[in-house]
């Protein structure tokens, strides 16, 4: 993983004194809250509904043990004994003290990490697949470049006051599960007709009150050039997004306004005048960004253990968890071990500050001190010898950690909502604990399948609500909360938004829907067919009936 030089050291070191100092002044009114509040969001500060909420950066989801520790202890001694792990690989602390935050910064300074530019109308924390570096369908690891565009974006003096908040993802393998179709700019990494491997370029994608799908505007484009043509983008976005209307500004507002084929032009015209310039990406410099990346000492007989299919043949419930939370690792013996932050009785994407302490001592353990945050808000040990799974299984499971729910309907994105974001309609949390307490049996999950549901508690969509198999949008009618569903959408390859099944319906009874739409999805599939296949080959005819007929 990436190592900070003494420049990057320096930079952030600095950044906590001003941001120290800086909240000194606010706390002796020396600041308004209209000067501050600029200078806390470039922090990653947000004044939530009860607390500051701090929103940390873990770049591309990556994290060493030592890091890890880092957040349990500020969890323990700022907040209130956990944290949230978001949908942008980032953690949350929902509970901090003003004062205390430059403290936090500086305790994060000692272990490389920051909040610099977590909020703010400006290049977001730069995301990546989950399974980057080890799968087996990768063309190249994206992580590198994700770095290089990192240490690009952060401070560019151009792009610190965009007309609205912007985010890159990278994908390096053939499934994107990097959710690159919804950002603002997608990279894929992709071979051209001579086999080369570059970048196929998408903008203008995005959720929110206006979602879009994003529009490829170059399929192929050479390494060297992969920052001068996002600076490009960042160009033209910067000059013409829309700054008199918040709702407008996004630049996939701009996209769809002018075409996706006028838009493509303006950055090619724009990208003439930097492409051979300063930005241009020299091998020395992408070879040294891939120095950081390396993999680790795999043991060369770790696949001639048979203890692994022994213990699945024994052991249900540990066959259950290896059906739902492995995932295929590229070098034979190993795999990577998803930890589920869905059990029933905590809110998604949880973590308590014990949990992260363990989580830590078991990846110095098992997996050479690694751990990744995925976009669906659990972790991941990415180098575990299948030898070890079992022990591994069974200590995981003494701190509620070892739910074989992964990519099943408890599995479930949930954004904080109205208990704790300001700008939320109605609740995600209690939902979530609802649907949770109905579909509790096991059998019953594992025979429905993969099945995404993702929950919004507001149009600011940061718990991906239109791209769910499932999505789930709360509503404020009149004071109350209800729920809006949607069916269809999608975050891969085949990025989709869903469809809105009909009116919104009570808090009380969306637990209920849902088992209506899953009554129609059994009777209805095909032999192994998922919900999202049931849905395109049928329509939301059948599904809607079930739900409303009653009504």
């Known amino acids: 993983m990436y190592k900070y030089d003494n420049y990057d050291q320096t930079i952030v070191n600095e950044r906590v004194e001003q941001f120290r100092d800086q909240t000194r002044r606010y706390l002796a009114g020396d600041l308004s809250d209209d000067e501050f509040r600029p200078l806390r969001l470039m922090n990653g500060l947000y004044i939530q509904r009860h607390a500051p909420m701090l929103r940390v950066a873990i770049p591309y989801g990556l994290l060493s043990s030592k890091q890890l520790r880092m957040l349990a202890h500020i969890s323990r001694k700022y907040d209130k004994g956990y944290g949230h792990f978001s949908t942008r690989q980032n953690i949350q602390f929902n509970w901090p003290a ?97 086999g080369e491997v ?105 696949v001639d253990d048979t203890s692994y299919n022994e213990a699945k043949k024994s052991n249900k419930s540990f066959l259950n968890w290896t059906t739902r939370n492995l995932y295929s690792h590229k070098i034979p013996g190993y795999t990577a071990v998803i930890i589920s932050l869905k059990a029933p009785d905590i809110a998604p994407g949880d973590a308590t500050d014990e949990q ?9 353990l098992y997996s050479f001190g690694e751990i990744i945050v995925t976009h669906d808000q659990n972790l991941v040990l990415p180098n575990v010898k299948q030898v070890d799974l079992f022990l591994l299984w069974e200590k995981l499971k003494t701190k509620n950690l070892a739910t074989s729910n992964i990519g099943l309907l408890t599995d479930m994105i949930c954004c904080p909502g109205l208990d704790f974001c300001s700008l939320a309609n109605a609740g995600s949390i209690p939902i979530a604990k609802q649907i949770n307490e109905k579909f509790d049996n096991l059998d019953y999950l594992h025979d429905i399948g993969d099945l995404k549901i993702k929950m919004s508690g507001c149009m600011n969509a940061c718990g991906h609500h239109h791209v769910g198999h499932i999505g789930i949008l709360g509503v404020d009618k009149k004071g109350e909360e209800f729920y809006q569903l949607t069916l269809g959408g999608s ?61």
């Open 98 to 194: 003003l004062e205390t935050v430059p403290d936090i910064l500086a305790d994060l300074a000692t272990v490389e990490m920051h909040a610099i530019q977590t909020s703010g109308n400006c290049i977001r924390n730069t995301t990546s697949d989950q399974f980057a570096g080890i799968s087996k369908d990768e063309i190249e690891d994206p992580r590198p470049y994700c770095e290089i565009i990192r240490q690009w974006s952060t401070f560019h003096p151009e792009f610190s006051f965009l007309p609205r908040k912007f985010k890159i993802a990278v994908s390096g393998s053939k499934g994107d599960r990097a959710a690159a179709m919804v950002h603002d700019i997608g990279l894929y990494l992709v071979n051209n007709e001579k």
């Open 356 to 364: 992260m302490d363990f989580i830590a001592e078991l990846s110095d």
């Open 198 to 302: 570059g970048f196929k370029v998408f903008v203008g994608g995005g959720l929110g009150r206006t979602p879009y799908i994003g529009k490829c505007i170059r399929d192929f484009l050479e390494k060297k050039y992969l920052l001068s043509y996002i600076e490009a983008i960042l160009r033209v976005y910067n000059r013409f997004g829309r700054r008199d209307n918040i709702y407008k500004a996004r630049i996939k507002i701009l996209v769809n306004d002018v075409g996706q084929e006028e838009f493509g032009k303006q950055v090619e015209k724009e990208w003439l005048h930097i492409k051979e310039g300063v930005l241009k990406l020299d091998q020395k410099e992408i070879d040294y960004a891939k120095s950081f990346f390396t993999s680790p000492t795999y043991s060369k007989d770790a």
């Open 491 to 551: 975050s891969e390859n085949d990025a989709t938004l869903g469809d809105r099944l009909g009116p919104a319906i009570a808090k009380t009874d969306v637990a209920d829907v849902i088992g209506k739409l899953l009554d129609v999805y059994v009777k209805l599939r095909e032999e192994d067919e998922r919900f999202l296949d049931t849905y395109r080959r049928i329509g939301i005819t059948p599904f809607k009936e079930n739900v409303y007929a009653s009504n």
